[in-house]
């Protein structure tokens, strides 16, 4: 696997009526192994030909992301679900009947024409139709299905915008087709059918209550051990980052009157120690946070769980561009998107809550600073 540098060309269109001779340009360029970065409902994708072994490599490539994470496989008729799958389960066709095209992903056994490389050599292979004109009239232009995962360097916020695009992978692909914010602005929900009951791999777009109306043993994302464990020091490992901003994530919960108040408190003393901090706020809690020497990030309401999650990664990448040393978030509710929302903060704060109703929990945490 070896990079390539290009020089990236930006091409801005329409995304309700997509230029088509921009259309034809990108898929040209896929036709010629190379990468087009283009929106979707949920995020910006990095695209190759899915059949084209070399091509998907670029991906790897470009990204620097590890061989072992396969991509997902996209497709803009849902009968070309037969075309890179086989031993298709009904269910399969049912679902897709009712989410596509949209942000629910299906795991299934893989067509050996998909390039073994897209999944990571397994047997199986992640399929999804987007909603999104885009996408959809470029994999019909080039006539072949695209890999692409999300356009972001590996370890980075997934892009909702072109600009997010450029500043992680320019000079590493040859086309960004710029078609505006994301709408949705969180990833797919990736279902694996091949599971002996349907099983979430990832909270995502399509959330677990509409699935499990169709599914009735739907298995919701297993609940990954709480770090709950503050007394361990902080080690350099504490601040690899997984899937994160570059800052410090610190993610809060609790349900007290005083919550809201007790990060304010913290934020205060990060602050005194002269800390750069960010903080992301619902409209609820801004008031309390006003006149703070902080970066603040507005999300709206709390009650807004779909207007959140479609600037929440924007916000995580705005306060870094800013260079700030922790973020602050208190967590959101957990139905609908809240259960995507939920896990990708999770992710930002490696795996750590730390719990406000807690004061035992709150002073081994503050141990650190
Ligand atoms: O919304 C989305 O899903 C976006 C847009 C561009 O479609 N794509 C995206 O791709 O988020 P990516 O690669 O960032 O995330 C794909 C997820 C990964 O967690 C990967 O492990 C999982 O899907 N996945 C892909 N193929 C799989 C397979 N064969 N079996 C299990 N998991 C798979
Ligand atoms: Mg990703």
């Not at 990468?35 to 991906?59: K, Q, S």
């Not at 629910?104 to 399929?127: D, F, I, W």
């Not at 978030?329 to 807690?358: T, Y």
Request: hydrophobic share 45%; proline share 8%; with cysteine.
């Amino acid at each position: 696997m070896s990079d390539y540098s290009v020089e990236t060309q930006i091409l801005s269109l329409d995304p309700h009526q997509p230029e088509p001779q921009i259309i034809s340009r990108a898929a040209e360029v896929l036709n010629a192994q190379g990468l087009v970065a283009f929106p979707t409902e949920t995020v910006y994708g990095l695209g190759a030909n899915a059949l084209d072994e070399i091509a998907v490599d670029r991906i790897f490539a470009a990204k620097q992301r590890p061989f072992y994470d396969p991509l997902i496989v996209h497709i803009s008729r849902k009968i070309d679900i037969d075309f890179v799958a086989q031993s298709i389960p009904e269910i399969a066709y049912v679902l897709a009947a009712r989410f596509w095209p949209g942000p629910l992903t299906l795991v299934l056994k893989r067509h050996e024409r998909v390039a073994p490389n897209v999944s990571a050599g397994l047997g199986t292979v992640a399929v999804r139709m987007p909603n999104h004109l885009i996408p959809l009239k470029l994999i019909e232009a080039a006539g072949v299905p695209v890999a692409a995962p999300s356009a972001n360097l590996f370890t980075r916020p997934s892009p909702t915008s072109a600009q997010h695009v450029l500043d992680d992978l320019g000079g590493h692909v040859d086309l960004i087709l710029d078609g505006g914010p994301c709408p949705i602005g969180l990833e797919s929900t990736v279902l694996d059918l091949t599971a002996e009951h349907p099983t979430i791999l990832r909270p995502g777009g399509a959330p677990a209550e509409a699935l499990s109306e169709i599914i009735p043993d739907l298995i919701l994302p297993s609940a990954k051990p709480f770090k709950d464990d503050t007394n361990a020091k902080p080690s350099p490992g504490m601040m690899l980052k997984h899937y994160s901003p570059k800052a410090k994530f610190l993610l809060f919960k609790g349900s007290s009157r005083n919550a809201t108040e007790k990060v304010v408190e913290i934020a205060r003393g990060l602050i005194a120690q002269g800390y750069k901090v960010g903080l992301m706020v619902t409209d609820e809690d801004h008031p309390q946070f006003v006149g703070m020497k902080a970066e603040i990030e507005r999300l709206g309401s709390r009650q807004d769980l779909a207007g959140i999650g479609k600037i929440l990664f924007a916000r995580m990448r705005s306060l870094d561009k800013k260079g700030v040393d922790f973020i602050l978030m208190r967590s959101l509710p957990s139905e609908g998107l809240g259960l995507a929302i939920g896990d990708r903060l999770f992710k930002a704060a490696e795996q750590q809550v730390i719990d406000l109703d807690s004061e035992k929990n709150l002073s081994n945490f503050f141990r650190f600073f």
